[in-house]
């Protein structure tokens, strides 16, 4: 055997596991990289049982797909962070962590330390974070027009998503889409109409136990049980005895008062997140009055907020009116929808809340359209939050172009490592460039050079005709937050895959206490 073969057999040997893992995370980032950008097309995703689903959206391919591999798994999890703290930009978090593991990986089978490839793409990261919050700009409010196009752009260019979003985040308002405990994507509901809406308020997914008469109340007040509303047990062996049946009794005629009671304060919800005795039941249908019982602890948490209500036990019922007000909220519209089997409430005492309701003709369309909607509706509450910059892939370009720089004043091999950074930060254009049905050397480099010649980060293609246009003067825009903590996220699993030098099994049974 030559030296050239046994070196190179020795050098994969060296490296077997990286390569694997760098297998695991082309298979991944091969799965979602066709949906990125407005020219991107679907992936369908085959169940066990036959089951279909057709999708574009990043996120719900890589939660849905079928991972075992250890490294693939880390990529899932890179996608379901930027879900959850951003909730849009999963494929590009994604396309950015794979280009950048591949990248790294590169530099290494060059004879690059891994420790230095590593540093210099924390490095290289921390300079291109650094270079996206110099060129954001900021947002003046849920009024601003650049938020409809970056609803326009996050909702795959459908206007009636748009449309609902934008509306929906002006109800909300500034203040409360700038709550971290807050979620406009979550107030996204799919309906069963054909026709989609904004409803001023919340949506309680329960029907009343029993449907009482009055299929709209004005304003009435809200109850929040986080108990069950019934009186207090008695056990079976002391219902044998006279004194426990009187007891029975006793408690039966106490929890009566209490309902009479609730009916007089001009209460119209109640909600419990257990049962409700069969007498309680029939005496708010009777009194009009909406039973919600086993409602999730989040529906819960939600109904307060709006209503201004403070959750209570059942103990507080043996309270006077006085006191027990206090923990009252109130509602301005209570009805249920018996299409959408849910219950809709508006005009809370609260803080402000909205639903989109996105409808369409079938349950597989409704559940992709309101996807889409989730995806505007999160980014345009990221912009409102964070500011935006250049879309199309154009910004990360630019991080790229300052990285080259700042690579030439750096002597020590962590330059490898920035490097690596910079060819990965081309991937997001070149890929919508390939998506588009462009050659992404000659685009990529085209737009390369503009942006150096005119200094500007905006400068990108044209997915239509491939001509080279101005992003911000098409208003083609992304949330700086999405595009921050993808380049983020990328480099940290980037960093943790790279380090993999040996994959062991664990013994069975093995947790993190032992």
């Not at 752009?153 to 009636?160: D, F, I, M, N, Y």
């Not at 949506?203 to 304003?219: F, G, K, V």
């Not at 009009?288 to 103990?315: M, Q, S």
Request: with cysteine; proline share 4%.
């Amino acid at each position: 055997m030559s030296q050239t073969k046994q070196g190179h057999s020795e050098g994969e040997e060296r490296h077997s596991a990286l390569l694997n893992n760098a297998g695991a995370v082309r298979a991944i980032c091969s799965a979602v990289e066709g949906t990125l950008g407005p020219k991107g097309l679907d992936t369908m995703l085959v169940g066990g049982q036959g089951d279909v689903l057709i999708t574009n959206d990043g996120a719900t391919i890589l939660e849905q797909m079928d991972v075992s591999h250890p490294a693939a798994r880390l990529m899932v999890q890179v996608a379901r962070s930027q879900q959850l703290l951003v909730g849009d930009g999963t494929t590009t978090a994604t396309v950015l962590s794979g280009a950048l593991v591949a990248e790294g990986i590169a530099e290494v089978l060059k004879g690059v330390p891994v420790a230095k490839v590593v540093a210099g793409i924390q490095e290289g990261v921390r300079l291109a974070i650094g270079y996206l919050r110099e060129r954001t700009r900021q947002v003046s409010g849920t009024d601003d027009p650049i938020l409809y196009r970056i609803a326009y752009v996050a909702g795959r260019e459908r206007e009636e998503i748009a449309d609902l979003v934008i509306r929906a985040a002006q109800y909300a308002g500034t203040r409360r889409l700038c709550e971290e405990t807050y979620r406009l994507a979550d107030a996204v509901v799919p309906s069963a109409a054909e026709h989609s809406e904004v409803w001023p308020g919340i949506l309680i997914n329960r029907q009343p136990s029993m449907l009482p008469w009055l299929a709209e109340l004005p304003e009435q007040r809200v109850l929040v049980l986080q108990d069950a509303l019934e009186p207090e047990q008695t056990e079976e062996e002391a219902l044998k005895t006279e004194s426990g049946f009187k007891e029975y009794m006793l408690r039966r005629n106490r929890f009566r008062s209490q309902l009479e009671q609730l009916a007089k304060l001009g209460i119209g919800v109640i909600a419990v997140d257990r049962g409700a005795d069969p007498e309680a039941e029939q005496f708010c249908a009777d009194r009009g009055i909406f039973l919600l019982t086993r409602v999730p602890r989040r529906e819960l948490r939600l109904l307060c907020e709006f209503t201004g209500a403070r959750p209570v036990r059942r103990a507080a019922l043996e309270k006077s009116p006085e006191e027990l007000e206090v923990f009252l909220g109130r509602a301005g519209k209570i009805g249920y929808d018996e299409r959408l089997e849910k219950v809709k409430i508006a005009e809370g005492g609260g803080r402000p809340a909205v639903s989109i309701l996105v409808g369409a003709s079938t349950r597989e369309v409704g559940g992709e359209l309101s996807r889409i909607a989730m995806d505007a509706a999160a980014a345009v509450q990221a912009a409102l939050r964070g500011g935006y910059v250049p879309g199309g892939g154009t910004i990360e370009l630019a991080a790229a172009r300052e990285i080259e720089r700042h690579r030439e004043t750096v002597h020590g091999m962590e330059a490898f490592g920035l490097s690596a950074v910079a060819r990965a930060l081309r991937k997001p254009l070149a890929q919508i460039v390939v998506n588009a049905g462009y050659n992404p050397l000659e685009k990529v480099e085209l737009a390369k050079a503009s942006q150096a010649e005119t200094n500007s980060d905006a400068i990108g293609i044209d997915c239509d005709t491939g001509e080279l246009i101005d992003c911000l003067e098409r208003e083609i825009v992304d949330p700086a937050l999405v595009k921050i903590h993808a380049i983020q996220a990328a480099g940290e699993v980037a960093s943790a895959i790279l380090r993999i030098h040996t994959v062991v099994k664990m013994k069975p049974g093995y947790t993190e206490r032992d």
